[in-house]
């Protein structure tokens, strides 16, 4: 559809009709849309990219609003829609438990690696920097440092309960650990040794995470 600037636009947040979370929620000439996913300022083409693969591969209406600081991509929705069918009119931000493991153990890959190679410092460091991208994107489950420790340190495959991410928390979320991966190492040499990782995941869980990695846009960051 359009590329947008912030001017051009109204964001805001709804409650989730069944979930305790805020939904981001853009508005443009009486139409609304839900956040699918955000790049940072320097990934424009990444960003283009990913919003011509919607609308032109997968015939989505969507909007691409370009920030200073970001780019955001957002799908249309209708708001009585989603009051009236709660979790049917979110179905497509749903994802699988099996995908927020997997972004979990890349998480956590990451974060091992940085410990392992950079030192308790650099660690606390980056332990930061996660935080702020959580809180940033009202991560659910992510917001406090305490519960970013945990996510840090938890076993995603046993855990009782693991935070309810949406496909948008799960885009946002390997883009930035990307960004924060490279800028720590230098290079991305830590790539192949976070997807090493996914072999803890049952194999039918780790062929459908990278069928879904690998159709994404986000695929090509970490390949």
Known sequence: MFILKRQDVEISSIQHPKKDQQIPILTYQGQTFRLISV?????????????????????KACVLLEEPERYSVWGKIRLEQLASE?????SSSTVSPAYIKACLLMLQAVYID??????????????????????????????????VKYLLTMDPLNAAQIPPW???????????LHRLGKAYFGNTTFVERTIDTLQDLSGSDRVQFQAWLNQSPLGKLWH
Do not use: C
Not at 86 to 90: C, H, V
Not at 125 to 142: M, N, R, T, Y
């Open 166 to 176: 949406q496909e948008h928390h799960l885009n946002t979320l390997l883009q930035e």
């Open 114 to 147: 940085v410990e392992d190679l950079l030192g308790g410092r650099q660690a606390g460091l980056f332990q930061k920097d996660i935080a702020e991208v959580f809180k940033q994107w009202h991560f659910p489950q992510g917001e406090t440092p305490d519960a």
């Open 86 to 90: 709660g979790e049917a009119a979110a």
């Open 39 to 59: 790049f940072n300022a320097s990934q424009e083409e990444e960003a283009k990219a990913f919003w011509r693969d919607l609308t032109d591969n997968q015939g």
